[in-house]
């Protein structure tokens, strides 16, 4: 085999090599190093160094190296390596600061117009000098590196951009829960018997959707539409709201609107999440059709609907009104399974049940429910009571 077939194999040899890391699922740092082993063993070099230039600091960062001291690299300027050719080997000759590096061959490395970094070579350690055919290889291999270390900077800077965007979300998102908040208390301050109750919807909702298998951005909507399903009453008269004797037609009529009111306010508002509008407007409808303020009837009540308006109405029960005094757990609960099938959805109730009965075991880590009720509950009496209602409900239930 002549000497020139044995050094094109021994480069293609080289280049399959350096392929193979280039394009291995390493991580970045160790994929530079294994192609800097490479290279070093490639040109049999007693020195190396991969340098990359950072664009915010216009410094050159030392990646990996080997012979060369810190001291030697930080000679090196980008601004005195810019100049020189595109990926091209320079020797001393073409650049003379690189004997007092004590540099043979160096790399400026660029993608396009992108300085992005250096490959610098000490001397062989068979004490020869580069050939042409040397420089012609670790010309190929320049570009391959300078691609690397390219789409690393890009993927680094998309990191960064991602990172931000996510910091300026969560800041996004806690003013948007705090406006919530804030639109909420607005609304429970109007009626003093009503104090968090929305607060209380919000909460319950997104438990039973949590139990119900339902994603974190569809919880996270229901528990928006939870506090925001009474906003409406912040349109309605104090005097009204707070009214204890019995209402006249004229005003509860008044009352109703507040359901529309709501949904007036919602739609102004571009919620990221579908249906919120729908869950805040539809939270007084009735599965038999006799609920307000459109009378839908079953299919045309979302599970969405549902679940507000069941949480709406057990927190109602087991808050204090002006017109009665709050009910103990097991009598709202007795009152919501009279209602089943006519004002309530079943599925949706044993939802609930078996949420309150885990939290009253232990066995959700953030009770949602159970610290709002009555401390002076008899929580064994409650738990067989749902442990009841759970076997009757579920048997109703067909499999899914
Ligand atoms: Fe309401
Ligand atoms: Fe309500």
Redesign the pocket.
């Known amino acids: 085999m002549s000497t020139e077939l044995k050094k094109a194999l021994y480069n293609i040899s080289a280049l399959a090599d350096l392929g193979q890391e280039i394009t291995s699922e390493n991580a970045f740092h160790e994929k530079i190093q294994a192609v800097f082993y490479v290279i070093t063993g490639t040109f049999l070099a007693n020195k190396g160094a991969i340098l990359s230039y950072d664009r915010s600091s216009k410094k050159l960062d030392t990646l990996t190296k080997k012979g060369f001291t810190s001291t030697d690299l930080e000679q090196l300027a980008p601004e005195e390596l810019m100049p020189l050719s595109k990926n091209e080997p320079c020797l001393i000759k073409d650049a003379p600061f690189l004997a007092v590096v004590g540099a043979e061959v160096l790399v400026p490395l660029w993608v396009r117009d992108q300085f992005i970094g250096a490959l610098l070579l000490g001397g062989k350690l068979t004490a020869g000098p580069y050939t042409p055919e040397d420089l012609e290889l670790l010309k190929i291999i320049a570009t391959q590196i300078a691609i690397t270390l390219n789409h690393h900077s890009l993927f680094m800077d998309l990191s960064d951009k991602l990172e931000e965007n996510q910091r300026l979300y969560e800041e996004m998102r806690r003013i948007y829960h705090g406006t919530l908040q804030a639109f909420a208390a607005a609304i429970d301050a109007k009626d003093a018997y009503t104090q968090n109750h929305s607060h209380r919807v919000a909460k319950y909702s997104a438990a039973i959707a949590r139990e119900l298998g339902w994603n974190d951005h569809d919880i996270e909507g229901i528990y928006v539409a939870g506090y925001l399903?009474?906003v409406g009453?912040l349109a309605i008269s104090n005097d009204l709201l707070n009214k204890v004797a019995p209402f006249t037609p004229e005003e509860r009529a008044e009352i109703r609107k507040?359901?529309t009111l709501s949904h007036n306010i919602a739609v102004k508002i571009n919620f990221p999440w579908k249906n919120v509008e729908d869950m805040v407007w539809h939270?007084?409808e009735r599965l038999d059709g006799q609920g307000y303020p459109d009378a839908l009837v079953r299919e045309g009540i979302s599970d969405g609907v549902r679940i507000i308006t069941l949480a709406?109405s057990f927190d109602a029960m087991t808050s204090q009104r002006p017109y009665r005094k709050k009910m103990d757990v097991q009598t709202a609960l007795a009152e919501l399974r009279k209602c089943l099938d006519s004002q309530f959805d079943n599925k949706i109730m044993l939802v609930l049940c078996r949420v309150l009965d885990k939290e009253i075991k232990g066995e959700l880590p953030e009770p949602e429910i159970l610290p709002n009720l009555d401390k002076n509950s008899d929580l064994s009496i409650i738990s067989s009571l749902l442990e009841g209602i759970i076997v009757e409900l579920s048997a109703t239930q067909s499999p899914a």
Do not use: I, V
Request: hydrophobic share 0%; charged share 40%.
């Open positions: 399903h009474d009453k507040h359901s939270h007084h709406d």
